[in-house]
Every structure is written in C-alpha cells, then in structure tokens.
C-alpha cells in the first residue's frame, strides 16, 4: 500500500473539489479517523494519580436541564465562599476517576470545580468497551447546542454552591478540549479556558455546525490549547490553522506544541501518558488561570 503524503494529497484533493467546503475537512477527518481510535483506547485501570480529598467537599449532584437531571461531580474547598468556579469537560469516556480526580486537584488549589456527565442523555460510555460503538452509538448524536445549554446549567449551579458568579473558567480533555474552544466563544462571562488537545476542523454537521477554527475570532476568554506534536488523530498542520486564525484575530489566545507528546498525553490512565508534559501543561494551566483572575 502506498503511504499517504498528508500535505500533498490533500492539495490534490482540494483542487479536484475547489467549491466544496468539505473538502479538506472531509479528507483531513477521514484521514485522522483510524489514528485518533487508536489514540483513544482505554484502559479500565484506576488512574495512576490518586488525589485525596483531605480538606475538601467532593460529591455527587444533579443539576435540572431540559430532557432531565443531568449528573455532575464536584470538588471544593470545605470551607469559603465566591470560590472562582472552574468547568471540567470530559474525554469521550465519560466522567471516569481521572475526571474526577482533575477536580479534586483543582480544588486543592482553591477552585470550585464540577464535571457534568454531558452524555446522560444519549448513555453510558463507561459500560461500553468499544471506542468506535461510543463515537458512533453516543458522542456522535451529542449536539453542541445542547452541550452548551447544560455547561450553562453547570456554571449556575457552581454559583449557588458557593462559587464566584464572575470568575468562570473551563478546561477539557480530547473530546472536552473541543468544547473548550466552543464554550468560550458561547459564554461572555467565562475569563478563561485550556483546551487539552481537542480537536479544531472537522466536517460541519446540524448537531456540529462550527468548530474551533471557526469561532478562532469569537472567543469572549482568551484560551491555552495544549498538544501533542505526535498526535496521531489532530494533525499538526490543523493546530497551526488554528494558531494562524487566533493571530488573525488578534487573539490573546495561544497554543503550545509539545514536539514529542502524543494525543492524551495528560491521561495517567493510558499509556499514551507522559509524565514530564503533563505535569508542565498541568503547571501552564494553573499559571494560565492565575493570569486571568484579575
């Protein structure tokens, strides 16, 4: 079989389809499929980082949102108030121990942080062990307006636990780092955000009309996007887009490559882990945050 050169096929693909919008979308989305499965696979291990909740108040919570009670997982601070509130979005996995354990290392650091289970509608990935049959049967029917709409039910929430009502942030992982982008162009009162290598294109759709690089000129917040540069399902040129398009915009956004990180690399879980850029990105997001509270 030949090996695909990705640059040069996908301007001979272009240039075959010049009108199409989907074009290199399609192409770039066809072509990542296989290795962003691969990038993906889970592990049903404990995460490797166990963060105690000594000092803290964690629990389970519903939240009211159209269609039902959508479940969320909190970690604070036992004590105070106007804690700034931070938006934790899940992997396509759902909101597993790692998820959970984001938050409780987030509220050992002072925040109010909460992961809504954003799937609840549409099932349980945690009781399926196939990542095609949890894209295919559950994320893919996931619409954005709705995923908007329930972070904004989140946030309100978080409020009335005792979090800031004017300082929100968001951070996500792979699929979450994805809304990342797409929340802080949808809420004005979110001060800032950290995409973890969420993809930025791919083929619009009803349930996905924009992506990041859509809305590169829209953002309320400015954004930290962290990647892999061996991410085998976000090529690297779509994260230059995106980084060309912030520039464009005159964004105070920007994104940071790690050259040698593959996709997850933050997740302790996978073996696609790695110590030294996540606990950097884990650093940068911290200082990211501290930079934007004023």
Not at 70 to 77: E, G, H, K, N
Not at 167 to 193: D, E, M, Q
Request: glycine fraction near 10%; hydrophobic fraction near 40%; charge should be negative.
């Amino acid at each position: 079989m030949k090996t695909m050169d990705t640059e040069t096929d996908r301007q001979q693909f272009d240039s075959l389809l010049p009108a199409a919008r989907l074009d290199r979308r399609g192409f770039v989305t066809t072509l990542a499929a296989a290795g962003f499965a691969l990038a993906v696979q889970p592990v049903h291990a404990s995460t490797a980082i166990s963060t105690d909740a000594t000092g803290l108040r964690t629990g389970d919570a519903t939240v009211a949102v159209e269609g039902g009670e959508l479940p969320v997982y909190f970690a604070r601070p036992a004590t105070g108030t106007k804690l700034p509130v931070v938006l934790v979005v899940q992997e396509i996995f759902g909101v597993h121990e790692h998820i959970r354990d984001v938050c409780r290392r987030l509220a050992h650091q002072g925040y109010l942080a909460i992961a809504p289970e954003l799937f609840f509608r549409q099932g349980d990935p945690r009781t399926i062990d196939n990542v095609g049959e949890i894209i295919q049967g559950i994320v893919s029917k996931v619409p954005d307006a709705q995923v908007m709409a329930d972070l904004d039910a989140s946030a309100a929430w978080a409020t009335s636990q005792g979090g800031d009502p004017d300082w929100l942030a968001i951070t996500g992982f792979c699929w979450g780092g994805r809304i990342t982008w797409l929340y802080a162009a949808h809420n004005p009162k979110v001060k800032s955000g950290v995409a973890w290598y969420g993809r930025v294109d791919g083929v619009p759709s009803d349930r996905t009309p924009k992506h990041p690089v859509d809305v590169a000129d829209a953002l309320h917040a400015p954004v930290l996007g962290l990647y892999g540069g061996q991410d085998q399902g976000i090529p690297l040129t779509d994260v230059e887009m995106m980084g060309e398009a912030l520039q464009k915009a005159g964004s105070r956004s920007t994104i940071h490559v790690y050259p040698d990180a593959p996709h997850a690399f933050h997740a302790d879980y996978r073996p696609s882990y790695r110590k030294a850029e996540a606990e950097d990105g884990w650093k940068r997001m911290l200082e990211w945050f501290a930079q934007h509270r004023a």
